[in-house]
């Protein structure tokens, strides 16, 4: 096994018997780590972008098919100074591979990803296991009951635990209703933390996704419903503007916040969406959403190595500076 846990509890028992070498433990478990740690916390950037710009296709198969491709990419963004991995398995749940990618094994290609990052992160770093929709609409918008969706979403994460993540992220969620059905399927699946993201449309009438739910219900519902952290990722908000959203979220109350925007606004370019913000202009919007209270920090789509480098650059800063 080479999950954190069982780092541990070996280190425990090394250290009854007088074996123990502290330099063997890389890392502490991350509940503990994200209870315990105040200070900011970068996160990867954008997966599926990189891949395009290589030509490769943009979903989880690529684990299967260019798994060397994968990995270079997580590898860029440790160099870069991110200290989270998210394994490349977005939407790598049944009901969406059964959808759009028929044929591809479930089990495989979440038990890739997951070893790719865990390969990436080595001892050090941390993996999380990512998870999103299930690409259709929950009962009564559409036609997906709670239970099956539940279902499909315990399955795959119980396949990242088994592959070795250190814990979940649930993200790019337009619903609040799949959202909390993700984070319930996670937390039945193994005893690792949750993170959860939802992607806003608007700051406005205190910041609002596409299905109408606030970001202080989003923060007050996955909270109580046991999240270790919720926040905003992707959507249709710049940088600065997700900060808006994460300083509604703290006003909420909770206890753990986390930002992962995209690279400035969704633009529709001869029928392409292009994300154009420069890494500094990222960096200094990310900078924003840790003022406004999120201590985990990351990209989503049309972010680079570059971006995450530019941030860690300006977090730094502000932390001497503080
Ligand atoms: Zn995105």
Known sequence: MRCARAARANGKRG???GSFRADRLKRMILSEFLAENR????????MGTQLAAA???MGGQTNLTHPEAVLAVHRQYVEAGAGLLITNTLTMNRIYIETHHPGLDVREVNLAGARLARAAAGEGRYVLGDISSTGQMLQPYGDLSEEDAFKAFQEQA???AEGGVDGFIVETMFSLAEAL????ACRAAADLPVIVCISFSTVANGGRTIMGDSAQDCALTLTGAGATAVGANCGDL????TAEVVARMQEAGSPLLIAQPNAGKPKLVEGRTVFEMSPSDFAAGLYRCYQAGARLLGGCCGTSPQHIRAAAELLKKG???A
Not at 39 to 46: E, M, N
Not at 238 to 241: A, G, I, L, T, V
């Open 15 to 17: 250290e009854a018997d």
């Open 39 to 46: 200070k900011p916390v970068l996160l990867d950037g954008a």
């Open 55 to 57: 030509g490769l296709a």
């Open 158 to 160: 119980a396949i990242l």
């Open 181 to 184: 059905c993700a984070l319930r």
């Open 238 to 241: 710049d940088p600065f503007q």
């Open 319 to 321: 932390e001497e500076e």
